[in-house]
């Protein structure tokens, strides 16, 4: 059925008005930002297939890319890049602002700033916080990203942006897309490299966090730091 088919108060545009975006279903948010259906399916209806299709529905949608979201049929490129697009408002809204000189106390902290940028991607990504001589954070660096399971870092890509920036110290991240946040063996062998290479270069390293799906864990807190 053509959402203008049904009651003025169940459809999506109208609840939003009247109610507010809270009071909408995940599939009718999804449809306001597909915004038209195909002359077959309303925006409704690819809404509600959408999020059938996407793993863990509604969170699948943080980690699609837009070509996955155009595989459903009536999905194409304008529709994918607005729903992308509000998945990374979504991140972006969730994260501190780092230009307002976000302090890092401890491992809580570095999870206030990534955990939702991080704890959904399907592939390890390898991040580098940098920070001033009062912990305030610089910048956060993207190092390199890898496969399911692994992403490969070298110091030089750690430390080169360090360096450039003055960076009193630094703090690295890295996601485990299965969603269990247990430093591996490789985990603590790179760490272990990344502290050696940064005391050569004046550069502390003070911890190693790792992201899962809603948890994370902090090296220097297990004692590998």
Do not use: W
């Not at 070509?67 to 194409?76: D, S, Y």
């Not at 969730?94 to 230009?99: F, I, K, N, Q, V």
């Not at 269990?180 to 760490?191: F, K, L, V, Y």
């Amino acid at each position: 059925m053509k959402i203008n088919g049904l009651p003025a108060d169940e459809r999506p545009v109208e609840k939003c008005l009247f109610g507010g975006p809270g009071v909408l279903s995940n599939a009718e948010l999804l449809a306001l930002v597909i915004h038209a259906g195909t002359p077959e399916r309303s925006a409704l209806a690819l809404a509600e297939e959408l999020l059938g299709k996407l793993d863990g529905g509604l969170r699948g949608l943080a980690a699609a890319s837009p070509q996955e979201l155009m595989e459903t049929k009536g999905i194409g490129k304008v529709k994918a890049c607005s729903l992308a697009a509000c998945a990374e408002l979504g991140r972006r809204l969730s994260r501190p602002d780092t230009a307002n000189g976000y302090v890092i106390k401890g491992a809580d902290d570095v999870a206030s700033l990534l955990m939702e940028e991080m704890r959904y991607e399907r592939k390890e990504h390898f991040k580098c916080v940098l920070l001033d001589t009062k912990g305030r954070v610089i910048t956060v660096e993207n190092v390199s990203t890898g496969d399911l399971s692994t992403t490969p870092v070298h110091p030089r890509e750690v430390f080169s942006p360090a360096v450039r920036k003055s960076a009193a110290s630094v703090i690295c991240v890295h996601n485990h897309p299965s969603g269990d946040p247990r430093p591996s063996g490789e985990d603590i062998a790179t760490t272990e490299r990344l502290i050696q290479a940064g005391s050569l270069l004046g550069i502390r390293v003070l911890d190693h966090v790792v992201i899962g799906d809603g948890r994370y864990a902090s090296m220097l807190n297990e004692g590998y730091l």
